[in-house]
């Protein structure tokens, strides 16, 4: 069993910077596939970034590349997401997710994760 805790959410102005953090249980965690995705009320909930176990290689929806990074500390079981350049359209409420068999054309898909977090709430304003 995997027990994800999301940290780090707020409110921030258009253009400013928040850095939400993921910390996973478990003595699994460097073979886990981390990611990230939003969901706004009454739309599904949406990709954002992932990384894969074993290597951490890295993947991003087109709607975030170049502002956001994901990163993996596999001593600390701890994934980030450092997001730059915020726009009103990031609002959202973020959810970190997990899944140790993940296959990689899977990764975007949200169903396919076993293991969520509550949620952190990341609100940009004008």
């Known amino acids: 069993q995997v027990q994800l805790v999301e940290s780090g959410g707020g409110s921030v102005q258009a253009g400013a910077s928040l850095t939400l953090s993921c910390e996973a249980s478990g003595t699994i965690f460097r073979r886990l596939t981390v990611g990230w995705f939003r969901q706004v009320q009454g739309k599904e909930r949406e990709f954002v970034a992932a990384t894969r176990g074993n290597g951490g290689s890295t993947y991003y929806a087109d709607s975030v590349k170049g502002r956001f990074t994901i990163s993996r500390d596999n001593v600390k079981n701890m994934v980030t997401l450092q997001m730059n350049g915020l726009k009103l359209e990031d609002t959202a409420v973020y959810y970190c997710?997990?899944?140790?068999?993940?296959?990689?054309?899977?990764?975007?898909?949200?169903?396919?994760?076993?293991?969520w977090g509550q949620g952190t709430q990341v609100t940009v304003s004008s």
């Open positions: 997710a997990a899944d140790l068999h993940l296959i990689l054309s899977s990764i975007r898909r949200s169903v396919d994760y076993d293991y």
